[in-house]
């Protein structure tokens, strides 16, 4: 399985940007995909995470009625619409797969996703 994070650039705050992550491989479904990001000096954190299979979706609180997460299957990709980006939006995002469901509570937990794709950048500026 291979994944491709895509989309990131540079962006005033107030604005959006759409990341891509293109699977490959295998079908995904069953899977659960997810994004992180990691600012500058700090940990990875959770972002948002979709199950394939039902289309559900999941928010960390500090993105929640922001980004969007959503995913094409004739694409085999993932998509995170994110707007009215801040300053504290900067990261790098990764995107990563988890070969099977897991209980909700699970979904933003580093730990339970078995592949990961190289991260792409965004930058919010004021």
């Known amino acids: 399985v291979q994944l491709q994070a895509s989309g990131g650039g540079w962006v005033q705050a107030g604005g959006s940007l759409r990341l891509s992550c293109a699977a490959s491989?295998?079908?995904?479904?069953?899977?659960?995909m997810g994004w992180f990001r990691q600012a500058p000096g700090k940990e990875r954190e959770y972002v948002a995470a979709?199950?394939?299979?039902?289309?559900?979706?999941f928010y960390a609180d500090s993105v929640r009625g922001r980004f969007t997460i959503s995913r094409d299957n004739a694409k085999n990709t993932v998509y995170l619409q994110m707007n009215s980006l801040s300053l504290e939006d900067t990261a790098v995002y990764y995107c990563?797969?988890?070969?099977?469901?897991?209980?909700?509570?699970?979904?933003?937990?580093?730990?339970?996703?078995?592949?990961w794709g190289q991260g792409t950048q965004v930058t919010v500026s004021s």
């Open positions: 990563a797969a988890r070969s099977s469901t897991i209980i909700s509570s699970y979904v933003g937990q580093e730990r339970v996703y078995d592949y």
């Open positions: 979709i199950r394939w299979s039902s289309n559900q979706k």
């Open positions: 491989g295998r079908t995904f479904s069953g899977y659960t």
